[in-house]
């Protein structure tokens, strides 16, 4: 069975051989055929490079514990600085520098500088500015009384908005002087010896025994704080003590009590409150 399987494969090939011989296109044809039916060998892909080892991996951040917020801490607020005391002279300066107004420095004595009776920025009192319908005035005062600066100072302002508009309201006439009297003296409330010391003793009182209103070259009309005379110098001196009351922290007259009962008299005493007042 070898010898014809043997023999049958020479036959064929001399076929083949002799059909070459005679027929050249047609196996030149055959292997062309061949060759594009044969399967163009597979590309490869270029050669996997060598593993590169890894990169360390990072350890996973610990997760955050939540802590308590704290508020920034602000920083301290600066100190207030304490209030200057006022320059020697300051007020009497103020004061001076108004036109009408007539003062001037009481001079260096042992009562103004007494303990008890210390009067700071002592002044002579003359005359104080007011207005006038024709222009600036003034009020006197007589005698001239020894004053602190700020009692010279808040009378100058209730002479200005209070007396002279009570005056020309009530009696149709200008405000020209009063009549005053205890000043600074360094005394005792009533001159009673166990009472506390007086407004008075500091310069920060005043009494006032009676108003003068009108020009003097045609007589001035005088109203005593203790003998008015009639209803309407009544109503004024009633008027006047109301004012007082709001501008002053003391208002004392006749019928408080016996010490007061011939005057008026307007301190500036330091109270609790600045709406604290004493009226009588």
């Known amino acids: 069975m070898r010898a014809q399987l043997v023999r049958r494969t020479g036959v064929a090939l001399t076929l083949i051989a002799a059909t070459s011989l005679l027929f050249p296109e047609i196996t030149i044809a055959i292997a062309r055929e061949g060759a594009q039916a044969r399967p163009a060998p597979a590309t490869l892909p270029p050669p996997r490079p060598a593993k590169l080892p890894s990169p360390p991996v990072a350890p996973a951040a610990p997760n955050p514990v939540p802590q308590a ?5 602000s920083s301290p607020a600066p100190a207030v600085p304490a209030t200057a005391p006022a320059k020697a002279g300051s007020c009497l300066s103020a ?3 108004i036109s009408g107004n007539k003062l001037r420095a009481a001079p260096p004595s042992a009562s103004l500088t007494a303990e008890g009776c210390r009067v700071v920025e002592p002044v002579i009192v003359e005359a104080l500015a007011v207005r006038r319908p024709d222009g600036a005035g003034s009020i006197k005062l007589v005698p001239p009384p ?7 100072r808040a009378l100058s302002a209730w002479f200005d908005s209070a007396l002279v508009p009570l005056a020309r309201g009530a009696l149709d006439k200008e405000l020209a002087s009063l009549r005053v009297g205890g000043g600074h003296e360094c005394r005792r409330r009533n001159r009673q010896a166990q009472t506390p010391m007086s407004e008075h003793a500091t310069g920060r009182a005043l009494d006032i025994f009676a108003f003068q209103l009108g020009e003097e ?4 009309l005088e109203i005593s704080v203790e003998k008015p005379q009639g209803l309407v110098q009544t109503r004024f001196l009633d008027a006047v003590r109301q004012s007082a009351c709001g501008a002053f922290m003391t208002a004392l007259g006749p019928g408080s009590d016996a010490a007061h009962a011939n005057h008026l008299h307007v301190d500036i005493q330091q109270r609790r409150t600045n709406s604290s007042r004493f009226c009588q």
């Open 69 to 73: 917020s704290v508020a920034p801490r």
């Open 95 to 97: 004061l001076a520098a």
């Open 146 to 152: 020894t004053l602190s600066c700020d009692m010279a």
């Open 217 to 220: 070259r045609q007589g001035r």
